[in-house]
């Protein structure tokens, strides 16, 4: 019945948080292309889905085909493709879910302005901002070359592919990233426990019983 609705003039992210009984946040994989972000990303998606808890990644297949298929790599789109992925992950992570980021975002002025954009989050009310969390996926170019994947850096090397990070263009490593993960170090199951501890740590995630 229409009168038992009650609702508010606006809801705050806190109260969108209770109702769906988890924070949302955005956890921001960065690396050389074949570091693993897409690999670590995905077993972290599973396994807080399996937790109970809604997360959603955000990729080149998802992103560079759709929202952003108006955009090449200068850096001119390299740089809109950054801020439209941060600005997409901030509604996700608004809507209380953890959204996850896996994409190269070599440019350390990128990474600041998505982290910026959510730091911004909570201008104007009383909310807190929404948590970013950069992750550095830190692999040796050596070992990324070697499993090389897609076949891209013997492509890049043979000189197909131009502004290719970590040959051809840089990779500006972060300085502060809340979490650096060495898939050459650490399985991928490892890779997801070390940041699971981290985010139950800081208290960004509570496991709930199924
Ligand atoms: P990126 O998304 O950074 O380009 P991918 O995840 O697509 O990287 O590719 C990483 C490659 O490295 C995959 O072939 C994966 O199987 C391999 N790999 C080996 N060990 C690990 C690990 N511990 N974590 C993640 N990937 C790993």
């Not at 009168?3 to 969108?16: A, D």
């Not at 956890?27 to 693993?36: D, E, K, P, Q, Y």
């Not at 499993?147 to 850096?153: H, I, Q």
Request: hydrophobic share 35%.
């Amino acid at each position: 019945m229409a009168s038992n609705i009650t609702w508010h003039p606006s809801l705050s992210r806190k109260e969108r948080n209770e109702y769906r009984g988890q924070k949302g946040m955005t956890i921001w994989f960065t690396g050389l292309s074949a570091s693993g972000k897409s690999t670590v990303a995905t077993a972290l998606e599973q396994h807080l889905l399996h937790l109970g808890l809604a997360s959603y990644r955000l990729d080149g297949d998802n992103v560079r085909f759709g929202l952003n298929k108006d955009l090449g790599f200068s850096e001119k789109d390299r740089n809109e493709n950054i801020r439209r992925i941060a600005e997409v992950a901030k509604l996700f992570a608004d809507s209380s879910t953890i959204a996850l980021t896996s994409f190269i975002s070599p440019y350390k002025a990128d990474r600041q302005t998505a982290r910026e954009l959510h730091a911004a989050s909570a201008a104007g009310s009383t909310d807190e901002p929404i948590p970013f969390i950069e992750v550095y996926v830190d692999v040796p170019i050596a070992v990324a070359e070697q499993r090389d994947p897609k076949g891209l850096y013997k492509k890049a090397r043979a000189g197909e592919i131009k502004d290719f990070t970590g040959i051809s263009a840089p990779y500006e490593a972060p300085d502060h990233p809340e979490i650096v993960i060495k898939t050459h170090e650490s399985s991928v199951e490892e890779c997801v426990a070390q940041i699971v501890e981290w985010l139950q740590a800081k208290g960004l995630i509570e496991l709930k019983s199924k």
